[in-house]
């Protein structure tokens, strides 16, 4: 259990040194520069981080006591939530705002088993609904998909 | 789910087959892709281009504003669209500098350019209270001091200034600032010294007399500010401005090119926009395709000069 | 003036002008509490209609809708722990804390009696006293603008609950975010890996819709099934009690003048207001540690903050003619659309048009006050949606805001990507307020400071030799003092209560 509570800030301490890496990278600038420079501040943060990361993994290594972490990150739920969230981007990007909604909005209530209709027709008037807000009221352009528009 | 791939595809083929043919062109809403955030000069050029067009081309206009990167994300958006005349783009100065600097992956090349819509000088401005009334006073001030005087840049780098540097042999101290909102405000508190910027942007403060104009970076001088002398009156041989204009991604059809820029015509000429453009203090300057393309052709290599020196 | 004043409420109270006052309020209500969709966006589309329209009417509208915008972000935010602007962020800390004690309507009245006192102090404030806070907007520079950011960034250090560490953590994962983008000063590309759209840096609002919205979307839906059998969360609709009127009020009007203030320094909006108003009245608390813990205090200094900003930032845009935030400049563009000229010349030859502001802005917070009243029960409906139906349009509707700020599919990747890393640290008990408080405070201290020394020749005596600098850097020791003595209180109840065991 312990463990798990020092991978997070070990992997803030990676990205930190990653970050520092980048940093020492950066391209000179061809216009004028402050005292403190484009790459003081990125640096002082990183730096910062890193030692607030120690303190936090001497503490809990000091830490005698068991602190119960939830057994899982993610429920059934939760991970259904996260792949729909992915996959509705990824529908858009193709198909465009109108039909990766309605399909989405059906899957959904199809894995909960929702045997409401009024739910499903819920679903249908919202996904019209906020077409004709968008389009009509607000001018915005929903995404139209790739297969149907250009490059977004 | 094989219905909806199925029915999509059919929705897909319908949609290519009204899409693309120029002759019913325009049948659908038309986006003006606009590089910069609502509220801005571009921006509100931008619709109220739109709002005289729509009616010309009996369609809609949707304003889509498309912001980052000092108009580079905008624009290389616009150039990549579908080059069925549905997606038009206000192109600004920025396309011709920024692709220079490796800040733009896309450049005037891409587009094909249809008409320029205003060109407007900068004009150079300090507080009521300055030592400096004119041109020449503010030039040997920064002779003496070098890098000593304070310039509230509205862009980085600031392509007005360096020409007034470069043709003068000076150098100021150039301190970046968020666009003219924030420029004005910081030489109406003393911070700096002196800023440039167009006339639309600050006329209200040159009429009210908080601020005042040493020249201005144009051939000749302006209607809006009759009084103010231009920098070539007083010696000092640099002229430089700003200008918008409209394009399309470059493999759109010629008639398309031809009916938009014939609409962008008409909607320049129309008394609303002359009106719009008269009260925020700019000047439309109708190129058409070639004299535009030409122009900016011209200006990337005078930006180029700048840039690479 | 104070026939002209008379004159503009008369007109404001026309049968032509208060419909066009009323649609603008209500418009602007529901634009605010959509994730993504802000003020700004609501004057902008507005603005080709006002073209044609007559000069007072067209205002009007336009006035109404900010002001409600403003204050519309905060329904969403106390309600469903989703700020709609990343001006009522503050408000979710304890605005959503009473929600889910039952106490929404409360929560609600607060918001909208504090938005009002804000939004009203600082119209007054604009009337009486422009020219006055223009002259000190002016002393405004790179320096004030520094310490003004270090004092909104302390409220890191006190907003963490529990983790003193993790909240900072936070806060430093959020200045790295903040530095992505061209560097201000140079030009710079810092970590944009060539991606042009990362050039002007990763958006606000995306990030506030994935931390906020998305996050609390999973959340929700890892208790969807655990919760469907039983009955909908409690809650009355009791309002607030003149008790809570008592205790807000000296932190409401203190809030608004805050925000006025801030307002009216341009290149500083709402958002930063609110924020910097909730660390103050944190600060100035005898019982800080109520604060984020449903304070009720915490959520009307936010809100006063936020709508305090609406008249001060019109006063460097009729006083000086720029914009005092985004949404000012849209207004600027409009009266110069009208043919007018903002500056110190409209008083002088457009009389009528500055009293027709006015007056429309005291009677567009008092419509705002009247319908968040109002409103309240029907809001509150939306608790009453079945959790399992309201997580996916919570969902649709983020995603869609998310991309119509910008119309970007690269920012819907944002929200996204921001919605998990949320949710993870929600489960790692890492606070998301930071990160969000540090990448709209950040870049501003940066670039501040780094112009300051520009702007000084690399001398660093800017930091004891300005006044108001020096009074925001007092306040940061302050803070920093006061989240010191918080820290060692909690850690003394700690021990107490293990004591105890």
Known sequence: ?152 | MKKIIKSTLIVAAFAFMTGATAADYPSKTIRLVVPFSPGGGTDSVGRAIANSTKDILGENIIVMNRTGGSGAVGMSFGAQQRPDGYTVTVVTREIASLPQMGLMQHDADDFKLIRMVNLDPAVVLVSKDSPFNNINELVAEAKKRDGGVKFASTAKPNFYLMALENSQNIKLNAIPYNGSAEAIPSVLGGHTAVTMVTPGEALSQIKAGQLKALGIMSEERIAFLPNVPTLKEQGVDVSTGTWRGLGVPKNTPDAIVETLGAAFDKAMASPEFVKFMKNGAMTIHNLDAKAFTEFVAQDSKNLGALINQ | ?501
Request: proline share 4%; glycine share 10%; aromatic share 12%.
């Open chain 3, 1 to 501: 003036m104070m026939d002209h004043l008379l004159n503009g409420l008369m007109t404001a109270l026309s049968f032509d002008i208060l419909p066009i006052l009323i649609f603008g309020v209500v418009g602007g209500i529901i634009l605010g509490a959509m994730p993504g969709l802000t003020a700004t966006m609501g004057v902008a589309i507005l603005l080709p209609f006002t073209f044609g329209m007559e000069s007072t009417a067209a205002l009007v509208m336009l006035i109404g809708v900010y002001i409600g915008g403003i204050y519309g972000g905060s329904i969403s935010a106390i309600l469903l722990n989703t700020p709609g602007t990343p001006a009522s962020a503050a408000s979710v800390l304890d605005g959503y804390t009473l929600t889910r004690n039952g106490q929404a309507a409360r929560a609600l009245s607060i918001s909208a009696i504090s938005s009002f006192t804000g939004g009203f102090i600082s119209t007054v404030l604009l009337i009486g006293f422009a020219p006055v806070l223009a002259s000190f907007a002016l002393k405004f520079s790179a320096p004030e603008y520094f310490a003004l950011a270090l004092f909104g960034l302390t409220i890191i250090s006190t907003i963490s609950g529990g983790d003193i560490m993790k909240g900072l953590l936070a806060g430093t994962i959020g200045l790295l975010i903040s530095v992505v983008g061209l560097d201000p000063i140079t030009s710079v590309p810092r970590f944009t890996f060539g991606v042009q759209d990362l050039y002007n840096g990763i958006s606000i609002i995306p990030v506030l819709i994935g931390l906020f919205a998305l996050s609390e979307a999973l959340t929700q839906l890892e208790g969807v099934i655990s919760d469907k059998k039983q009955k909908l969360d409690s809650f009355s609709l009791k309002m607030l009690s003149r008790k809570d009127l008592k205790e807000i009020a000296p932190t409401a009007i203190k809030s608004g003048v805050i925000g006025t203030v801030i307002g009216s320094v341009p290149g500083a909006g709402a958002d930063i207001a609110a924020f910097v108003s909730y660390n103050e009245a944190k600060r100035a608390s005898k019982t800080p540690e109520d604060f984020g813990n449903g304070s009720i205090k915490g959520l009307s200094a936010a809100e006063a903050g936020n709508n305090g900003v609406t008249g001060g930032a019109l006063v460097p845009l009729l006083t000086l003619g720029v914009p005092g935030d985004a949404v000012t400049a849209v207004l600027l563009g409009a009266l110069i659309i009208q043919g007018l000229a903002p500056g110190p010349l409209l008083f002088t030859y457009n009389p009528d048009i500055v009293y027709g502001i006015f007056s429309s802005m005291l009677i567009a917070n008092i419509v705002m006050l009247v319908v968040g009243l109002l409103g309240i029960r029907f809001f509150c409906k939306i608790i009453e949606i079945p959790r399992i139906l309201m997580i996916p349009i919570i969902m649709f509707l983020s995603i869609i805001g998310a991309y119509s700020i910008n119309n970007s599919m690269f920012d819907v990747g944002i929200a996204a990507f921001f919605g998990l890393l949320g949710f993870l640290f929600i489960k790692l008990k890492v606070p998301l307020s930071p990160i969000l408080i540090a990448m709209i405070l950040g870049p501003m201290a940066e670039t501040n400071l780094r112009k300051a020394l520009l702007l000084s020749e690399g001398s660093w005596s800017f930091l004891y030799e300005r006044p108001i600098t020096l009074v925001f850097l007092g306040l940061t020791a302050l803070s920093i003092y006061t989240a010191i003595k918080l820290n060692r209180k909690q850690k003394a109840v700690i021990a107490e209560v293990e004591a105890a065991k």
């Open chain 1, 1 to 152: 259990m312990k463990t798990k509570s020092l991978i997070f800030p070990v992997i803030v301490v990676v990205i930190s040194f990653i970050a520092l890496y980048f940093i020492s990278q950066f391209p000179t600038p061809r216009f004028q520069d402050a005292s403190v420079t484009s790459k003081f501040f990125p640096t002082a943060v990183a730096i910062i981080q890193i030692i607030i990361c120690f303190f936090i993994i001497l503490g809990e290594l000091l830490n005698r006591k068991e602190i119960s972490y939830q057994a899982a990150f993610f429920n059934k739920y939760s991970l259904f939530g996260a792949a729909f969230i992915i996959s509705y981007v990824a529908l858009i990007y193709v198909f465009g705002y109108f039909i990766s909604t309605l399909a989405a909005f059906i899957v959904y209530l199809l894995f909960f088993k929702i045997k409401i209709i009024g739910y499903y027709i819920t679903a249908i008037l919202f996904t019209c609904a906020v077409y004709y807000i968008f389009a009509n009221v607000f001018f915005v352009a929903l995404p139209e998909g790739l297969i149907f528009g250009g490059v977004l």
